[in-house]
């Protein structure tokens, strides 16, 4: 191969770093108007407490974090290590599947966490772009994926708590929580940004 030709496909090449390179640097596509972001901060968050009507079950809590945008120290904790950080301890860990009208089954983390004589049932996933996911590591893929393919890095944690009675088994408390996820998931696209 001659110079002249070498020439010419380094100055390709460097060309076209160039041009990737210049892409990538523009600014992250924020998904809510910069007015809304502007009131929100750097993340929003949610805390309900739902009770029974009857009054005859224990409250169910909705923790819902969301995050316009994942960067170095601003990404979504997992409950993994905040729960122990607020003085819980995990009893019990697996995970389930989740279903909901018009949408596939997906996974979720099942956490059984202590606290002195208090027992309470945990389920959390990762929520994006109509997306769920109970892994942390696949939700990490697709923050990078989803950054190089849509230049957006915005996601959620979606956490339910229950805590259970004396002597009431977790599938029990169990129910209480799926159906109320049944009840959240249809909604989440409204709230969090596709």
């Known amino acids: 191969m001659n110079s002249s030709a070498r020439f010419l496909i380094a100055a390709a ?3 076209v770093t160039a041009i990737f390179l210049h892409v990538r640097s ?3 596509l924020v998904a809510i108007p910069q007015d809304v972001l502007d009131v929100l901060g750097l993340g929003d968050f949610l805390l309900r407490v739902y009770q029974d009507d009857s009054g005859r079950n224990p409250d169910v809590d909705l ?3 969301y995050f316009p945008s994942q960067r170095a120290g601003d990404t979504i904790h997992s409950p993994k290590h905040c729960l122990p950080g607020a003085g819980w301890s995990p009893i019990e860990a ?4 989740i279903s909901s009208p018009g949408r596939v089954p997906f996974l979720a983390n099942r956490y059984i966490i202590g606290k002195g004589a208090e027992r309470q049932l945990v389920l959390y996933w990762y929520w994006a772009h109509d997306r769920a996911v109970a892994s942390e ?3 990490k893929f697709y923050l990078v994926a989803d950054s190089i393919r ?3 890095s915005d996601g959620s944690l979606v956490r339910v708590t229950t805590p259970l009675r004396s002597g009431e088994s977790a599938d029990a408390a169990q129910d209480r929580l799926l159906a109320f996820a049944g009840k959240v998931v249809p909604v ?3 709230f969090v940004p596709r």
């Open 13 to 15: 090449l460097l060309a």
């Open 26 to 28: 523009r600014n992250e």
């Open 63 to 65: 923790f819902l974090a």
């Open 94 to 97: 697996s995970r389930i599947s």
């Open 137 to 139: 590591y696949l939700a």
């Open 150 to 152: 849509m230049n957006r």
């Open 188 to 190: 989440l696209n409204g």
